[in-house]
């Protein structure tokens, strides 16, 4: 019998899930779980618990969770560059920081043509080494998820930060909040969200895909409508090997084929901020969820995230 957690709304769903498996609860005790990463070295996640100013560690041998790092600028977003570097987005600092090999903290970016960010929110490594990452305005709306304050640029922009010189540029300047974002698997398209629904019923809660330049250094494309979401947003998403999208919502994880049909569904009974891929063959998916920590296996792995710079 199919496990409950989740629900079959095409037959090629049943081809990336197991009927005997089941979601696991790690952890809870949050208030807002995001930005899990999974660092392969260690065998562990990191995850961050945004309105109490802390980042998490899970352990996947022991199951233990522990503090990483507290008072660090109000985290949301990271991920692993191609060096083995955590880059984080920081609500609090207005800035995307990178932990150097020797423990030091790196400025990245922290302002566009003068003016202070927003709340950078989720970012990711391209293989050429070039970072990219969102900045809404959820960390200065309030002071729950960083320190309200008043847009300087007065707009939510994607960005990329160049891997030679580290000038920031604009890539997308349309969105009205955008959230998180991810490369398809030969790095040809960008996928980023839009959850201006959270500020305007009216607000956009989908999905939009980018077509990237010859030179992959910005985008050709206007970003046509790849999902939208039926219950709530789709905050952070992930890919499978197969181009496959496993998007945050409201009701759990929802899977969509490269076509952007919605295949099903894995349902938490929180709503989730974020996913991840992890374990030695990346085929256990971790997922925020408010305040908890889930996960389950899959039939399918995640889409290599450490190609190096110089893989063809």
Not at 259 to 271: R, S
């Amino acid at each position: 019998m199919l496990a409950e957690c989740f629900e079959v709304i095409d037959l090629r769903f049943h081809a990336l899930i197991f009927e005997n498996v089941f979601i696991e609860k790690l952890w809870t005790g949050a208030r807002w779980t995001e930005g899990p990463c999974y660092v392969p070295a260690g065998r562990y996640v990191l995850f961050s618990d945004i309105p109490n100013d802390r980042v998490l560690r899970f352990d996947e041998l022991s199951g233990a969770v522990s503090l990483f790092a507290d008072r660090c600028g109000f985290q949301n977003g990271r991920t692993m560059d191609r060096q083995g570097r955590i880059i984080s987005c920081e609500h609090g600092g207005r800035r995307v920081s990178r932990i150097e090999h020797d423990g030091n903290i790196a400025e990245l970016c922290a302002a566009f043509d003068g003016k202070k960010l927003n709340s950078p929110n989720d970012v990711v490594v391209k293989s050429d080494g070039s970072i990219w990452f969102t900045d809404p305005t959820y960390g200065i709306d309030s002071d729950y998820e960083g320190h309200a304050a008043k847009s300087e640029i007065g707009a939510s922009y994607v960005y990329r930060i160049d891997p030679l010189d580290g000038k920031t540029t604009a890539v997308v300047m349309d969105f009205a909040k955008p959230n998180g974002l991810a490369f398809n698997g030969d790095e040809s398209s960008l996928y980023i969200s839009d959850t201006g629904l959270s500020h305007d019923p009216d607000g956009p809660h989908h999905i939009r895909a980018f077509d990237l330049s010859a030179d992959g250094k910005s985008l050709q494309s206007k970003g046509e409508v790849f999902a939208t979401c039926d219950a709530g947003v789709f905050d952070g998403f992930r890919f499978d090997r197969d181009g496959n999208i496993w998007a945050s919502a409201g009701d759990g994880v929802h899977c969509y084929a490269p076509d952007g049909c919605l295949l099903g569904k894995i349902l938490i009974p929180e709503a989730v901020s974020n996913v991840e891929f992890g374990g030695p063959k990346r085929n256990r998916l971790y997922i925020c969820a408010t305040q908890s920590l889930y996960s389950v296996y899959l039939r399918t792995n995640g889409a290599n995230p450490t190609m190096s710079p110089d893989a063809s």
